[in-house]
């Protein structure tokens, strides 16, 4: 195995890069990470149950979301540790998802508006 | 796993440039292009990478039928509300699943990090714990669909508002259950070997014929983290918005 002459202490490698595949962390980070996890979840629940409404509840919403996916990923999958190849491989695609976003948002303001034109029109 | 072949002589697995000089070396090298991830890591990402567009699609449809009809969307903070005693508590059951989720997700970490310790009884107990919790999560889901059925909801209507409500919370709360319910199953197959000790001896696997690694709890644990990634986008969007 490549890993064999690899130690213990040497999982986080300075630079945040990770020698190899081999995974292995302090525990520590894992329940900082838990209990952030735990935290911002609450967070999110709170805003509905404060009954925060528009903008505050959608950037709040958004905003508990990103932070809560962006621990995950990072920490939980390991993607601080991995070789930035890998993550913008599999990070870069997405992009994609909001270029869809955009068009279907589009769309669907269009469609309401024919439905409120046209449906309406008979009553 | 053998390391791959350099047409560079000076670049060594050790001294590989970090990175964005090392993203345009490793995609520019003509040869492998992901260096450190094994197969089963590379394997695994592109298929969370695809199952991320298939969930994309669902949660873009849902926003298509929320934006476009002219109905009222019903109310999800009541509608997903649970009475205890007099009181009523909005999103109660989500927010206990939502944590239930999370806890799973911690215990899989700590599998993983067990697993390579070469912990083989710790990393089966936990690997059991993420799946009794992730058994816990599929039940009380089975829990809220039954509440939702009894009180009307369909997929194709309900007595709350738009029509489409119900289409999309048995598709999306649906599909993402079944992904739970697969990941409780390899759990259990993964506990068994890691029991059984297949990853010490390196035993092969029944599917691939690969030698038994750690690693494979690591994979799994992508795989886990990956469902409940997907909660957080569900929660935020249906359930929250």
């Given at each position: 195995?490549?890993?064999?002459?690899?130690?213990?202490?040497?999982?986080?490698?300075?630079?945040?890069?990770?020698?190899?595949?081999?995974?292995?962390?302090?525990?520590?980070?894992?329940?900082?990470?838990?209990?952030?996890?735990?935290?911002?979840?609450?967070?999110?629940?709170?805003?509905?149950?404060?009954?925060?409404?528009?903008?505050?509840?959608?950037?709040?919403?958004?905003?508990?979301?990103?932070?809560?996916?962006?621990?995950?990923?990072?920490?939980?999958?390991?993607?601080?540790?991995?070789?930035?190849?890998?993550?913008?491989?599999?990070?870069?695609?997405?992009?994609?998802?909001?270029v869809f976003i955009g068009i279907m948002a589009f769309e669907a303001d269009?469609t309401?508006?024919?439905?409120?034109?046209?449906?309406?029109?008979?009553? | 796993?053998?390391?791959?072949?350099?047409?560079?002589?000076?670049?060594?697995?050790?001294?590989?440039?970090?990175?964005?000089?090392?993203?345009?070396?490793?995609?520019?090298?003509?040869?492998?292009?992901?260096?450190?991830?094994?197969?089963?890591?590379?394997?695994?990402?592109?298929?969370?990478?695809?199952?991320?567009?298939?969930?994309?699609i669902?949660?873009l449809s849902?926003m298509t039928a929320?934006m476009s009809?002219?109905?009222?969307?019903?109310?999800?903070?009541?509608?997903?509300?649970?009475?205890?005693?007099?009181?009523?508590?909005?999103?109660?059951?989500?927010?206990?699943?939502?944590?239930?989720?999370?806890?799973?997700?911690?215990?899989?970490?700590?599998?993983?990090?067990?697993?390579?310790?070469?912990?083989?009884?710790?990393?089966?107990?936990?690997?059991?714990?993420?799946?009794?919790?992730?058994?816990?999560?599929?039940?009380?889901?089975?829990?809220?669909?039954?509440?939702?059925?009894?009180?009307?909801?369909?997929?194709?209507?309900?007595?709350?508002?738009?029509?489409?409500?119900?289409?999309?919370?048995?598709?999306?709360?649906?599909?993402?259950?079944?992904?739970?319910?697969?990941?409780?199953?390899?759990?259990?197959?993964?506990?068994?070997?890691?029991?059984?000790?297949?990853?010490?001896?390196?035993?092969?696997?029944?599917?691939?014929?690969?030698?038994?690694?750690?690693?494979?709890?690591?994979?799994?644990?992508?795989?886990?983290?990956?469902?409940?990634?997907?909660?957080?986008?569900?929660?935020?969007?249906?359930?929250?918005?």
């Open positions: 195995m490549a890993h064999s002459n690899i130690s213990k202490s040497d999982g986080i490698v300075a630079g945040g890069t990770a020698t190899d595949s081999h995974q292995e962390h302090p525990l520590k980070v894992y329940f900082i990470v838990w209990g952030l996890l735990f935290i911002l979840s609450l967070g999110s629940y709170m805003v509905d149950f404060a009954g925060l409404q528009g903008y505050t509840r959608w950037s709040l919403i958004l905003f508990f979301m990103f932070v809560k996916a962006g621990l995950i990923m990072a920490i939980f999958m390991h993607m601080k540790w991995e070789r930035l190849s890998l993550n913008y491989a599999i990070i870069l695609p997405l992009f994609a998802i909001l269009y309401r508006a024919t439905r409120i034109e046209f449906f309406n029109a008979d009553q | 796993m053998t390391d791959t072949f350099q047409s560079d002589p000076s670049v060594t697995p050790k001294n590989r440039p970090g990175g964005w000089a090392g993203v345009v070396s490793d995609w520019s090298a003509d040869q492998r292009a992901l260096k450190s991830a094994t197969w089963r890591k590379a394997m695994i990402w592109f298929f969370l990478l695809s199952d991320t567009f298939i969930f994309s669902f949660l849902y929320r009809t002219k109905e009222p969307w019903p109310n999800a903070s009541e509608v997903f509300s649970l009475h205890i005693g007099h009181t009523t508590y909005p999103l109660l059951l989500i927010a206990i699943m939502t944590f239930v989720l999370i806890s799973s997700s911690g215990t899989m970490v700590l599998a993983v990090n067990y697993g390579y310790r070469k912990d083989r009884k710790l990393t089966a107990i936990m690997l059991l714990v993420t799946a009794l919790l992730g058994v816990t999560f599929v039940g009380m889901q089975a829990f809220e669909w039954t509440k939702l059925i009894e009180e009307g909801v369909r997929p194709w209507g309900n007595p709350m508002g738009a029509p489409q409500f119900g289409a999309i919370f048995f598709m999306i709360t649906g599909f993402h259950g079944t992904h739970v319910s697969i990941g409780v199953i390899f759990l259990l197959i993964m506990a068994k070997k890691v029991w059984r000790g297949d990853y010490d001896t390196g035993r092969p696997g029944f599917f691939t014929s690969r030698k038994g690694e750690y690693e494979c709890v690591e994979i799994m644990g992508l795989y886990w983290h990956f469902v409940d990634l997907v909660w957080v986008f569900i929660f935020a969007f249906f359930y929250l918005w």
